[in-house]
C-alpha cells in the first residue's frame, strides 16, 4: 500500500514520479520498435514538465485540443504542434495561429470544405503557413468526413492556400469494453482509404495520424504515420475497467480523506464518504463503468455516487471500515477531467513529496 506523504492536504492530486516516467518510456519504445512517430495528446495533464519528458524519450511533437493549450506549450518551447480539433476560424482565431507559426510548426484539423474555406479567407497570405490535417470519422461518430468525402474537403482547403498534409482520426469508440481491437481495425481501414482518396486526387499525403491510449498498444499492421495517445502518461479507472493498463500502471492518484462511515444498518450499504468529490475527481462516468473511481488499495471497493465535495465508497466486506481521518487513494474514472480541476499536482516518489507541477494550460479552453 501507498503511503500518502503527511504534507499533503486532502483532496489532492499526487502523481508518482517513478510510474510516471516507466509509463512515458513504455509508450515510447512501443512506437519505435513499430517505426511509428509519437505525438502525445497533452490536453490530458496540460503541465509543461510532463511535455518535456514525452519529448525527451523521443515524442517528435505533441498533439492539443485548443490554440490556447498550443500556445502554452508553444511558449515553452515546444516545435511542433498539432491542433487535432475542426477548427472554425474567425479572425482574432487567425492572429494568434500566425503567432504561432512564427515560433513552431502548426498543423490544424478541417472537416468540413466551409470550415478549410473559412480558415484560409482569415489567414490570407498566411495560410501557407499553416498546416492542415482533415480529420475522418472512423466509427466514433463525432467529427470527421468518411473517407470518400476527403477529397472535396482538401481541394478546398488548397484552394483556400492551406497546405494539405494529409488526414487524422479518433477511434474514441475504443473506449467501450471489447472495443479497442475493433476500434483499431475500423481507424487502419478509414485512414487508407482516405490516404488512398487523397493520393489518387493528387495529394502529397505525408502525415496519417491516428491513435488513442486503448488502441495505441494494439500490435498489427498499420497505414498510420504517428499516433496520438494520451492518457497512456497516467492510466485511469476507465483504461482498468477497459483491461488497457493494469494496478501498477496508475501514476496518478487523488488523496481523500475519510470523513463520514456508516457500518451497515436498516439496509443500509457499509460505506464511507471521502472528501475527494466531483471538483476534484471529475463527474464522467460511461454507462459500463462500475462507478464514479477506484481505490487501488482496495480494488474491491467502488465510489458509487458524487457531489461536488463528496465521494461514497461502498466499502467491500472483506475489509474493515476505514475509521474517520483516514488516508485513502482514489483513482478517477477519466482522469483529463481531474487534471483540468487543480491548479497544481504533487509529485510523489517513495512516500515523500519530490516536486509540485503547475498544471500551465488548465482552463485553455479556446
Keep these: 500500500m501507498n503511503v500518502i506523504p503527511a504534507e499533503v492536504v486532502t483532496p489532492a492530486v499526487m502523481i508518482d514520479a517513478d510510474i510516471l516516467g516507466r509509463n512515458i518510456e513504455r509508450m515510447a519504445a512501443a512506437m519505435l520498435s513499430r ?149 483499431a481495425g475500423n481507424e487502419n481501414e478509414a485512414l487508407g482509404l482516405a490516404a488512398t482518396a487523397l493520393t489518387s486526387a493528387g495529394f502529397e499525403v505525408t502525415t496519417i495520424s491516428g491513435g488513442s491510449t486503448p488502441t495505441a498498444l494494439i500490435d498489427g499492421e498499420t497505414v498510420a504515420t504517428e499516433l496520438r495517445p494520451g492518457v497512456y502518461v497516467f492510466g485511469d479507472a476507465q483504461q482498468l475497467e477497459l483491461e488497457r493498463c493494469t494496478w501498477d500502471d496508475i501514476s496518478l492518484t487523488v488523496a481523500a480523506t475519510v470523513v463520514s462511515r456508516h457500518e451497515a444498518a436498516g439496509g443500509n450499504v457499509r460505506r464511507v464518504v471521502v472528501d475527494a468529490g466531483s471538483k476534484i475527481l471529475g463527474s464522467d462516468r460511461p454507462d459500463w463503468a462500475t462507478g464514479y473511481g477506484r481505490l487501488p488499495d482496495y480494488p474491491e471497493a467502488k465510489v458509487t455516487a ?36 487543480v491548479d497544481e499536482v504533487t509529485v510523489v516518489r517513495d512516500g515523500s513529496v519530490v516536486d509540485r507541477w503547475t498544471v500551465a494550460a488548465r482552463g485553455r479552453n479556446n
Design 35 to 183: 517505426g511509428l512517430n509519437l505525438r502525445p495528446h497533452v490536453k490530458t495533464h496540460k503541465t509543461l514538465e510532463i511535455a518535456r519528458k514525452q519529448l525527451a524519450a523521443g515524442a517528435v511533437g505533441i498533439t492539443v485540443a485548443t490554440i490556447g493549450e498550443a500556445e502554452v506549450f508553444a511558449a515553452d518551447g515546444v516545435k511542433d504542434i498539432f491542433i487535432a480539433y475542426p477548427l472554425w476560424v474567425e479572425a482574432s482565431h487567425a492572429d494568434r495561429l500566425r503567432a504561432l507559426t512564427a515560433t513552431c510548426r502548426l498543423a490544424v484539423g478541417v472537416d468540413s470544405a466551409d470550415s478549410a474555406t473559412a480558415m484560409g479567407h482569415h489567414l490570407g497570405a498566411d495560410a501557407a503557413s499553416v498546416e492542415v490535417l482533415i480529420e475522418v470519422d472512423s466509427g466514433h461518430h463525432r467529427s470527421g468526413v468518411l473517407p470518400g468525402e476527403v477529397v472535396e474537403v482538401a481541394e478546398a482547403a488548397a484552394a483556400a492556400g492551406l497546405s494539405v498534409q494529409g488526414v487524422f482520426t479518433f477511434p474514441g469508440h475504443s473506449y467501450k469494453p471489447g472495443m479497442p481491437t475493433g476500434a
Design 306 to 341: 458524487l457531489s461536488e465535495h463528496h465521494a461514497t465508497v461502498v466499502w467491500p466486506d472483506s475489509s474493515e471500515l476505514p475509521a474517520l481521518g483516514t488516508r485513502l487513494r482514489v483513482i478517477p474514472n477519466h482522469v483529463c477531467l481531474a487534471m483540468n480541476l
